[in-house]
């Protein structure tokens, strides 16, 4: 995906009948070396392209950042704000993602390992243009909004990570009465879902950007760390 080309699929009917369509998938990122190319500054990869990633390492702990305790972020009384709103709407944030954000070891980890300038901006609960009920919270978003990451909470209780080109909360399309259905459809278009829990994006986006720094380094000429060159093996053994 380049920085100004939208990834879009189409999204028919209104939100009644779309709300049991599954979104479209793949990840955006940027290269990762010689492991895998990219045109521009992010591409849209298929997920199963993927490395496979390890599920007794995505315990919700965040044991292989170090864990989620010690002393409070920034953030705490937001995210006490935000579980606020979402309980009048029945909803509530994945405990992994209330204790990272939480945290003050791991609040600003996504913005200390990317090479493309991300930032964490948390906002509050955004209304799905996809699903009656269901809502969407921002977490990060690339220096340009070339792509912006939202945790997505069903009814249901599902909570997953989707991207967009589209900044929801500043779009403005649900402030003045209900939306038409062609501006929903265009909303609900830009969405792509990306990771199925907030830890399993967080564990692919911290290693292919520390991943990113090994191979772009000229000063990196001893062996990966195990959880890299696992990951990077994936992609050699694709190639061969």
Do not use: K
Request: charge should be negative; hydrophobic fraction near 40%; glycine fraction near 8%.
């Amino acid at each position: 995906m380049s920085d100004s080309m939208p990834v879009s699929v189409s999204v028919p009917g209104s939100a009644a009948d779309t709300a049991a369509l599954p979104f479209p998938t793949g990840w955006c990122a940027t290269d990762l070396g010689n492991f895998r190319p990219c045109a521009s500054t992010y591409e849209v990869y298929p997920l199963e392209s993927l490395p496979p990633l390890e599920a007794a390492h995505l315990d919700g702990g965040f044991d292989w950042l170090g864990g989620a305790g010690g002393p409070r972020s920034g953030h705490t009384e937001h995210l006490a704000a935000t579980e606020r709103e979402l309980a009048e709407a029945g909803l509530t944030l994945p405990e992994g993602f209330a204790a990272f954000y939480g945290s003050e070891s791991l609040c600003r980890v996504f913005d200390e390992v990317s090479v493309t300038a991300c930032w964490s901006h948390l906002s509050g609960p955004l209304r799905s243009p996809v699903e009656e009920g269901a809502r969407l919270v921002r977490f990060l978003r690339d220096q340009q909004d070339c792509v912006i990451w939202y945790l997505y909470l069903r009814p249901s209780g599902e909570a997953f990570v989707v991207f967009s080109h589209l900044e929801l909360e500043s779009a403005g399309w649900w402030a003045d009465g209900e939306p038409t259905e062609e501006v929903r459809a265009a909303v609900a278009s830009s969405l792509m879902r990306c990771a199925d829990t907030f830890e399993e994006f967080a564990y692919r986006f911290v290693v292919e950007n520390e991943l990113w720094m090994q191979a772009h380094s000229a000063g990196a000429a001893g062996p990966l760390a195990h959880h890299l060159r696992t990951y990077a093996d994936h992609y050699a053994s694709a190639a061969s």
